[in-house]
């Protein structure tokens, strides 16, 4: 029999000849989470914990992966073998029939054989709880709040470009430390069989560990109305209006507001063929209080196509085109086009093969440090289901970027095998 209480501000854990004890000078949340994975080990294989309305399930994995330029460096590459190793627990809890809260809690682990200072024990956190939540709150058959809040740590340097006290531009770093808290919430309202309207609010900061990356950090406030109108089974329709603000925490780069109209529909032509569309109008109004030296303003249609194809049972592949844009990272914006192919092929005994290739091009509005690159990126991927509960992954991925800035393009070849096990 197992065990896991509080005694005043102590967590307790219980389990045959096993004991431990966690004191409040830790986390309480993340105190639990331990305390129910251990639950769930010694549950046994196989088994989910399960206490009246509450259950969890735990997810680990394992694996090696090398790679030929980890910090996406034009210089210094650092090629190097890693050990990689994860846990994830997501719990669920019932309130009731009709409302529920999902939880999620996850870390990762990385050890490199040959770098030390690419370890993740030189990092701020060397394990860090990344989080979601989830809650489901129904009024009534037609009404209901769905609230989430996700936190993630990250560490990859992949696109970083920062801007130091002294304005001087920052493309060589081991980590890019930071932490993305995402919070909504939504509020839907189905009108009808056919039509459905939700109200959303959200907020996002981004906060970094790296100074030298200090230009990124931000906070944005988003409201958002979205209808959704069901024409028949296989064409929908969406109309979303929206409006954001940008406020960034140092005076490097600019503040701004900005607002999209979008128009979205999905149509599923036939059994083996859909086809989903967007175009939108998106405008952006930026103060000048930065001193990024980027006066621009956004004001453009932005519009993207895809299409899905099932070729049989076992062949099915997608096809699409987007152009979009985002906030800069030393400009006010940045326009980004993207051509995308992805195959999968699941006709092998207990095994998946997908394939993916993609090609984008970029440009910053303005600015001192403004870019234009090219990305061009291939993967290829077997899963094969070892057991029940126990998946082995293996993938090859080459990444390669050029760039009209010197020392901001780079070339990468991983290639990565995961072992992931489901309790």
């Known amino acids: 029999m197992s065990l896991c209480s509080w005694q005043g501000h102590i ?10 004890t966690v004191s409040n000078a830790a986390s309480r949340t993340a105190a639990l989470c331990w305390c129910t994975a251990a639950c769930l080990v010694t549950q046994g294989w196989g088994q989910t914990f399960q206490a009246g309305r509450y259950s969890a399930s735990l997810e680990a994995t394992t694996g090696l992966e090398w790679n030929s330029n980890p910090t996406f460096s034009a210089t210094s590459q650092l090629p190097d073998l890693f050990w990689t190793a994860g846990v ?13 809260i999902s939880f999620t809690l996850g870390a990762d682990y990385r050890d490199a054989f040959e770098h030390n200072e690419l370890d993740s024990r030189k990092l701020k956190y060397t394990f860090f709880p990344n989080t979601n939540f989830e809650a489901l709150v129904r009024f009534s058959e037609v009404l209901y709040l769905h609230l989430n809040y996700e936190i993630t740590y990250l560490t990859s340097p992949v696109d970083a470009v920062g801007v130091d006290a002294n304005g001087n531009l920052t493309t060589e770093a081991i980590f890019y430390e930071r932490i993305s808290s995402n919070g909504s919430a939504s509020l839907q309202w189905d009108l009808s069989d056919f039509d459905t309207l939700t109200f959303t609010l959200s907020r996002h ?35 979303v209006a929206s409006q954001s603000w940008n406020d960034y925490w140092q005076d490097l780069q600019n503040d701004s507001d900005g607002q999209s109209y979008s128009l979205i529909t999905t149509w599923k032509a036939t059994d083996f063929l859909t086809l989903v569309g967007d175009v939108g109008y998106y405008t952006t109004k930026f103060d000048s209080n930065g001193t990024n030296g980027d006066r621009s303003d956004l004001g453009g249609v932005y519009w993207g196509i895809e299409a899905e194809h099932s070729v049989s049972e076992t062949l099915s592949y997608s096809l699409g085109y987007r152009h979009t844009t ?11 086009h993207t051509v995308m192919w992805a195959g999968t092929y699941s006709g092998f005994n207990r095994s998946t093969v997908t394939g993916r290739l993609g090609h984008e091009w970029v440009e910053d509005s303005g600015g001192r440090f403004a870019e234009t690159a090219r990305r061009f990126s291939g993967q290829l991927e ?14 090859y991925r080459y990444t390669r ?6 020392n901001r393009g780079y070339e990468q070849h991983m290639a990565v095998t995961q072992l992931t096990y489901t309790f």
């Open 382 to 395: 077997w899963q094969f289901q070892l057991g029940p509960q126990l998946d082995l992954t293996s993938f």
């Open 11 to 20: 967590l307790v854990y219980r389990h045959s000849c096993h004991f431990f």
């Open 205 to 239: 900061d981004l906060d970094t560990f790296t100074r030298a990356f200090a230009n990124t950090e931000l906070t944005t406030h988003a409201v958002s109305a979205n209808w959704q109108h069901l024409w028949n089974k296989g064409w929908t329709t969406q109309l």
């Open 401 to 406: 970027k050029t760039s009209d800035r010197a």
């Open 326 to 336: 985002s906030l800069g990272a030393v400009s006010n914006y940045k326009d980004l």
């Open 88 to 100: 994830s627990l997501k719990s669920k809890w019932e309130l009731t029939k009709e409302n529920n």
